[in-house]
């Protein structure tokens, strides 16, 4: 697969991103997208060949697969990344709506068509909160999907046409394990810097208004 889009589509959020913000896209960047595309893909690449059971049952042991693998792990974090990742794209169609109606009527409409302020900043705080709001989905589907976050070494299945219960062995299971945790703790760091966005974006723009409508009152 190839994540050229995405990268652009961050390097493009970027411009317009607060410092939280531009963290945020760091954080994406470097330790998803490169971990992804560089140890993760390869680790599961082949998962399905690596699962065995056994018995040699015709269509046990993809039945069993399929149990205890509904969706790929590694298809999972490609759609996270991408959904994640989309709102961002909300911005970035906002500033070129502002740059071409200035273009339209020929004239100044905007200090910087980049800032972030008035329909611009309910743009961004919209995107912050799809983002936030897509990541938690996502931990929850992976918690509901695989009963944790966890890769057991062995699973017992007696799903039909399995003839009794098998012991079927995953492979790699530390090694997949230590990459589920750091895609789980960059993801909540993801939220976390999310919210912190959020927050800052809020209180900043909520002082300005007091402090506005304090020096209107004076004079």
């Not at 990268?7 to 490169?34: D, E, Q």
């Not at 390869?42 to 059971?53: L, M, S, T, V």
């Not at 709001?133 to 017992?156: A, D, Q, T, W």
Request: glycine share 4%; aromatic share 14%.
């Amino acid at each position: 697969m190839s994540w050229a889009f995405l990268r652009n589509l961050l390097s493009g959020v970027n411009k317009y991103s607060t410092g939280i913000g531009r963290i945020w896209v760091a954080v994406v960047f470097m330790f998803r997208l490169l971990v992804y595309v560089a140890a993760a893909e390869n680790i599961w690449k082949h998962e399905h060949d690596e699962f065995e059971c056994n018995i040699k049952q015709p269509g046990c042991e993809n039945v069993c697969f399929d149990h205890f693998f509904p969706v790929s792990h590694i298809r999972l974090w490609a759609l996270q990344l991408i959904m994640v990742s989309t709102p961002s794209l909300l911005v970035v169609f906002h500033v070129a709506y502002r740059e071409n109606r200035e273009k339209h009527h020929n004239q100044k409409l905007y200090k910087n068509p980049g800032k972030i302020d008035g329909g611009l900043l309910c743009t961004y705080l919209i995107s912050l909160i799809l983002k936030t709001g897509l990541e938690i989905i996502f931990l929850v589907l992976f918690y509901k999907l695989y009963n944790g976050f966890k890769i057991p070494r062995l699973v017992k299945c007696d799903i039909k046409p399995c003839p009794n219960t098998v012991d079927c062995y995953i492979s790699k299971p530390t090694e997949k394990m230590i990459f589920l945790y750091f895609l789980v703790a960059t993801s909540c760091l993801c939220i976390v810097l999310n919210l912190s966005e959020l927050s800052y974006l809020i209180c900043k723009y909520s002082i300005k208004c007091y402090l506005k409508r304090h020096v209107k009152k004076q004079h």
